[in-house]
């Protein structure tokens, strides 16, 4: 009992001193973002045309900044070690150690969610150019926030933080803790799609890049803090945990490399990396990061080598990874608040100004398929999909395990159909162009999807990750098992709710005024297609989909599923060629291109589309049927072949002699 009592106290020991020491990076992180905020951000007010808000506000909004940025990632770092680093229990509870990072995620998302509150004050008087004083007026604050984008997000992230704040003190399962760290990387979009990178020239690529860079800061940082955490409080399984970690930081450091150099490509100019404050700032950044990749790569190869000896050398080396990465954190906030050179006296265009570039020529089949502009977040995960498919495919085959090229061809075609409507001429013209964007739908929900469930993703993965296996912690399979199995995953691949959000979505978007309001936000495009692309994914997995379905259907419910949707489709084509009203009036017309001069006419070409293309998905679907229902019947065939050749096919040898009987007027046995 005493040696129980002593561990328990050791932990709490270390937790305490892994509390300090994050406190001790954040108070470093906030002096670097003020002091370089001095250096770098003096004439920020003037090159923008503000008055200068005063001290408070100029120094204290990036040491705010730091405060919340710092507790977010602790946050979603606690969580991701509940969620997958920590093993539950059998029956899915969450053991003492996932408990305890629940926990502690809880008390930083309290934290980010002052941090978020106070942000909403700063941003509001940094971007009117007042004290932070003077905007603490409830009446004033309100207004504010209602005029600018930047300080809505702030609202809403303070509002995600919350609710992960009071659900971290109730949640004691896996699946829902899985659902919180969803939440809590969720909380950290709002403020991405504001700021520098969310307007002016090219800020499609630079929102994309942000998108990256911050993700992998937060899973890097917030994983150590936790992996750190969890060492002090001497929590079971720290090997496992620690290479797992590992194997996401490598990842994460990547994506952050890659991202870093793409979005400081977009706002600086070569030429103007060594002569400029922002370039300068870059190379800082890209140094710290550098230095961060090989210091943490070298120490948790000798950590996990010495995991036997304990967890303390463990906490001492990522001690001083952990306050070289909060320094990091420091140096990006003074960045964010430092104009860029490519902002300083530029003025875009209207339409490099709404939708990040411009659109010199009207669209053409050439165009259309060869003026690339690469799309960062769909154009890589087309690209993703496609490799780690054909690595599954590869480990199958080297252990001598088939795999039918149907599927592969399949899985890359849809891939390909992502990468063309994405990061093609269809991708670059279709923020600006109503048909171009209807072509772009039509493509991501009504061809894409039905070519990657005929991949049978779930089923390779499923064949390449072998079991955990009794009594040892659950992997990747097993989360996939139980993502298939969740109650989720069962009601979206409900037939009537998986056909209502198919055809709904048509006119929920469309016509209700959500389309309008979604086309001047590069956000709301990202979302759009994330959208076309799940939702015709659930709608075709139960109908022609090679990986078993949480709800199979007969034959018949597969093709009455199909024809009922035909209907919606069509009436929805049909309803905007014979429309009068312009969808999207205001946000086309502000682009002012020259060539595009009939909205009306452009749109009643995208509902023409909208109609033809319905005819697509329903020539797929039945050759996809026709092919599996051969293959089906011939698998039958060959079952009955090898039951009649085990029992010298007794049932036709009985029948025989039935028939045999019954034309020699013998009465039928009875049995």
Not at 306 to 329: H, N, P, Q, Y
Not at 471 to 481: A, C, F, Q
């Amino acid at each position: 009992m005493s040696s129980e009592a002593t561990s328990t106290q050791g932990g709490r020991a270390g937790s305490g001193v892994v509390g300090v020491l994050v406190a001790t990076a954040g108070v470093l992180a906030a002096l670097v973002a003020a002091a370089l905020t001095a250096v770098s951000a003096s004439d920020a007010y003037t090159i923008y045309g503000l008055p200068d808000p005063g001290p408070v506000t100029h120094y204290g909004l990036p040491v705010v900044r730091v405060l919340a940025e710092s507790a977010a990632v602790v946050c979603i770092g606690s969580l991701l070690l509940a969620a997958f680093g920590i093993p539950a229990k059998r029956s899915g509870a969450l053991a003492a150690d996932g408990y305890a990072a629940v926990r502690a995620a809880g008390w930083a998302a309290g934290v980010w969610c002052v941090g978020a509150v106070l942000m909403v004050a700063f941003t509001a008087a940094d971007a009117t150019g007042r004290p932070v004083h003077e905007v603490l007026d409830t009446e004033v604050l309100f207004g504010l926030i209602d005029a600018l984008e930047e300080a809505k997000a702030w609202t809403l992230t303070a509002l995600i933080a919350f609710v992960l704040a009071l659900a971290c003190r109730v949640v004691l399962s896996w699946g829902w803790t899985t659902v919180l760290f969803a939440g809590s990387l969720a909380a950290l979009f709002p403020v991405i799609a504001t700021g520098h990178s969310a307007s002016g020239g090219a800020h499609d690529i630079a929102t994309n890049s942000l998108l990256f860079h911050l993700f992998g800061a937060a899973l890097w940082v917030g994983g150590l803090v936790a992996l750190l955490a969890h060492a002090a409080r001497r929590g079971a399984h720290l090997g496992l945990v620690t290479r797992r970690y590992s194997a996401i930081a490598l990842v994460c450091w990547i994506a952050l490399a890659l991202s870093g150099v793409i979005n400081a490509l977009v706002r600086v100019p070569l030429a103007d990396v060594f002569t400029t404050t922002y370039g300068l700032l870059v190379l800082l950044k890209i140094a710290g990061l550098l230095a961060l990749g090989a210091f943490g790569y070298f120490q948790r190869r000798r950590a996990v080598a010495r995991i036997d000896e304990g967890s303390g050398s463990l906490v001492r080396l990522g001690a001083v990874e952990v306050l070289v990465m909060f320094a990091t954190i420091g140096v990006a906030v003074a960045l964010g608040r430092t104009p860029p050179p490519s902002e300083i006296g530029a003025v875009p265009g209207k339409t490099e100004l709404l939708i990040g570039y411009p659109l010199d020529a009207p669209p053409t089949l050439l165009r259309l398929l060869f003026d690339v502009r690469f799309d960062l977040v769909y154009g890589t995960l087309a690209l993703a999909l496609a490799v780690l498919y054909l690595v599954g495919v590869r480990r199958l085959r080297a252990r001598g395990d088939a795999w039918p090229v149907g599927r592969t061809v399949a899985w890359l075609c849809g891939c390909a159909t992502i990468l063309v409507a994405t990061s093609a001429g269809v991708g670059k013209y279709a923020p600006g162009v109503f048909s171009v964007h209807m072509g772009q739908h039509m493509l991501m929900s009504m061809l894409a999807p039905p070519l990657l469930v005929l991949g049978g993703p779930t089923s390779l993965a499923l064949r390449v990750f072998k079991p955990a296996g009794k009594g040892r912690p659950p992997g990747v399979r097993e989360w996939l098992l139980a993502f298939l199995h969740s109650p989720l995953t069962r009601v979206l691949t409900n037939p009537i709710i998986a056909l209502v959000l198919f055809v709904g979505s048509f006119y929920a978007l469309y016509f209700s005024g959500l389309f309008d309001i979604a086309l001047s936000q590069h956000w709301a495009h990202l979302a759009m297609n994330a959208h076309f692309l799940l939702v015709g994914y659930v709608f075709y997995w139960p109908v022609i989909g090679v990986d078993p379905a949480p709800r199979p259907l007969p034959a018949l419910g597969k093709v009455g599923m199909v024809f009922a949707s035909m209907p919606f489709h069509a009436f929805f084509g049909i309803a905007l060629m014979m429309s009068s009203t312009v969808i999207g009036a205001n946000f086309y017309r502000s682009l002012d291109l020259p060539w595009m001069t009939d909205l009306l006419a452009d749109q009643r070409l995208g509902g023409g589309l909208a109609w033809a293309s319905g005819e697509v998905p329903l020539i797929v679907v039945m050759l996809a049927l026709l092919i599996q229902w051969s293959r089906a019947d011939n698998r039958a065939a060959r079952r009955m072949d090898r039951k009649a050749d085990a029992d010298g096919d007794a049932d036709l040898t009985a029948y025989n002699e039935m028939l045999k009987r019954m034309a020699e007027g013998e009465p039928r046995q009875e049995r």
